[in-house]
């Protein structure tokens, strides 16, 4: 059994064939969480979930991007990934209102994207202070509601890892730091997800030394498709993931399979809903 720690079925990408691609997921015994970025995707998610008695699972935040407008262009892909967002304002009751579901079973994703920049300081540091505002609203949630947190981080690790503190429970989603930043991260007791930017960026050191119960595994599908498979990445191809970590462990795919899903199940409390 594996789980896809990250994965959104809840994104347009798949408004077409969702469940058939849940229902063959589900079918080759792969579980998944559905992660929502703003409050459509987050109710989404929910609502994919809450479909599925068993192996289905939601996550409910609002990423960084989506705290501004414009057309957003991402290189981590094969292909050059272009979209438009619009500015979305932050609405704790509402978020809570979908985290009441017993279906979600995290915050996220949320933390801070320094990737798309503005270029004048002062404007910089408005961008800045407002992902951080934002987030410590959301990683205040989390804790209010007890639930672990899905971080996204991107060129802002010492931002991130100085705005946690001691009750912090948790993955940092699409691991793609250095050792350095990894055992900050660890030190806090976060877990580290791995995803198919572990076959475009050289963190093999990372995953080599990160310690086994630390590890979850995930797609970011549509996104990061891993090699062999191409197109669109699915919940499925988390094997692949799987593989290559077993690899550099030099462990079985039995062995990381059986990990992860602990992990898993240990980090977002699934125990009773097996």
């Not at 987050?42 to 599925?52: F, W």
């Not at 619009?86 to 985290?99: H, I, N, S, T, V």
């Amino acid at each position: 059994m594996l789980i896809d720690t990250h994965a959104h079925l809840n994104f347009s990408a798949y408004k077409n064939d969702a469940e058939d691609v849940i229902k063959r997921t589900l079918g080759d015994d792969v579980w998944m969480i559905n992660v929502g970025s703003q409050y459509s995707t987050s109710k989404r998610a929910v609502e994919i979930a809450e479909k599925h008695k068993k192996g289905v699972f939601a996550a409910v935040g609002l990423h960084p991007i989506h705290l501004s407008s414009g057309i957003f262009r991402t290189k981590i892909d094969r292909e050059e990934v272009e979209f438009e967002t619009r500015e979305e304002e932050f609405d704790c009751d509402k978020y809570k209102d979908l985290a009441r579901s017993e279906k979600v079973v995290a915050i996220g994703e949320i933390g801070l994207d320094y990737w798309y920049r503005p270029k004048t300081k002062t404007k910089l540091e408005q961008f800045k202070n407002k992902q951080k505002e934002v987030f410590l609203k959301q990683f205040g949630l989390a804790k209010e509601l007890g639930l672990p947190v899905i971080f996204h981080c991107r060129m802002a690790h010492q931002d991130l890892i100085e705005n946690l503190d001691a009750e912090v429970r948790g993955v940092v989603h699409c691991f793609s730091g250095n050792w350095a930043d990894a055992q900050k991260y660890l030190g806090r007791g976060l877990y580290l997800g791995f995803n198919g930017i572990i076959f475009k960026l050289d963190i093999d050191e990372v995953i080599m030394k990160t310690p086994l119960d630390k590890i979850l595994i995930e797609t970011d599908c549509p996104y990061l498709t891993p090699p062999p498979a191409e197109g669109r990445n699915e919940p499925l191809y988390v094997k692949y993931v799987v593989e290559k970590i077993a690899r550099i462990k030099k462990l079985s795919y039995q062995e990381i399979t059986e990990i992860t899903f602990e992990n898993a199940l240990k980090l977002f409390n699934l125990y009773g809903k097996i």
